[in-house]
């Protein structure tokens, strides 16, 4: 009899932009349960399980891998260490990672004056040893928070229209 559980959906960010992904949390756990540690050769394992549920561009495959990458080794390190979540966020009943509200962060209008990493409370920018800085910990944006745009001088932050939010109300009260 086949699994009825739906499949994770996560955003991640691949190269500069979101992308929606189905399945990771099953891939990441899979290879998790066969000890296989983050690494770069592990990053076509990583595209070819992904593709399983998800479209990857082959012109855009070494920016998913870097990103899956990315993502796995965060997952690892977490299940190592003991820290992974146990609770799912989520924002008015739906589960955060299928809400997309989070920074896009154009690197190449960085400065790394860092005042949106000192800003935010909450983790979600991190800085390079190039000195500039990126998204590290998109989904603990919280939702409809936009001040660092303001702070950016350089516009190199940018988040979805608010818009997004209030059609992800709307649908969520249709549906019930």
Same mark, same amino acid.
């Given at each position: 009899?086949? !699994?009825?559980k739906p499949?994770?959906?996560?955003?991640?960010?691949?190269g500069?932009?979101? +992308?929606g992904? =189905?399945?990771?949390d099953e891939?990441?756990? +899979?290879l998790y349960?066969?000890?296989l540690?983050? &690494?770069?050769? *592990?990053?076509?394992q990583?595209i070819?399980?992904?593709?399983?549920?998800?479209?990857?561009?082959?012109?855009?495959? %070494?920016d998913?891998?870097a990103?899956?990458?990315?993502?796995?080794? %965060?997952?690892?390190?977490a299940?190592r260490?003991g =820290?992974?979540?146990?609770?799912?966020? =989520?924002?008015?009943?739906?589960?955060?990672?299928?809400?997309?509200?989070?920074?896009?962060l154009?690197?190449?209008?960085?400065?790394?004056?860092d005042?949106?990493?000192?800003f935010?409370?909450?983790?979600?920018y +991190?800085?390079r040893e190039?000195? =500039?800085v990126?998204?590290?910990?998109?989904?603990?944006?919280? $939702?409809?928070? !936009?001040?660092?745009?303001r702070?950016?001088?350089?516009?190199?932050? $940018?988040?979805?229209?608010? &818009?997004? *939010?209030?059609?992800?109300?709307?649908s969520?009260?249709?549906?019930l």
């Open positions: 009899m086949p !699994d009825d499949l994770s959906y996560r955003q991640i960010i691949v500069r932009f979101p +992308a992904l =189905t399945g990771l891939v990441f756990e +899979a349960q066969l000890n540690p983050p &690494s770069d050769e *592990l990053g076509s990583l070819q399980r992904a593709r399983q549920h998800n479209y990857i561009p082959e012109s855009a495959e %070494a998913f891998s990103a899956l990458l990315r993502e796995y080794r %965060a997952f690892y390190e299940e260490s =820290t992974a979540p146990v609770k799912r966020e =989520t924002w008015q009943g739906i589960p955060r990672e299928q809400v997309p509200w989070f920074p896009v154009d690197e190449t209008l960085c400065d790394g004056c005042k949106c990493l000192r935010c409370a909450n983790g979600v +991190a800085k190039s000195g =500039t990126y998204v590290a910990q998109s989904l603990k944006c919280v $939702v409809g928070c !936009d001040a660092c745009v702070l950016c001088t350089h516009h190199a932050i $940018v988040f979805p229209p608010r &818009s997004v *939010l209030a059609t992800l109300t709307q969520r009260v249709i549906r």
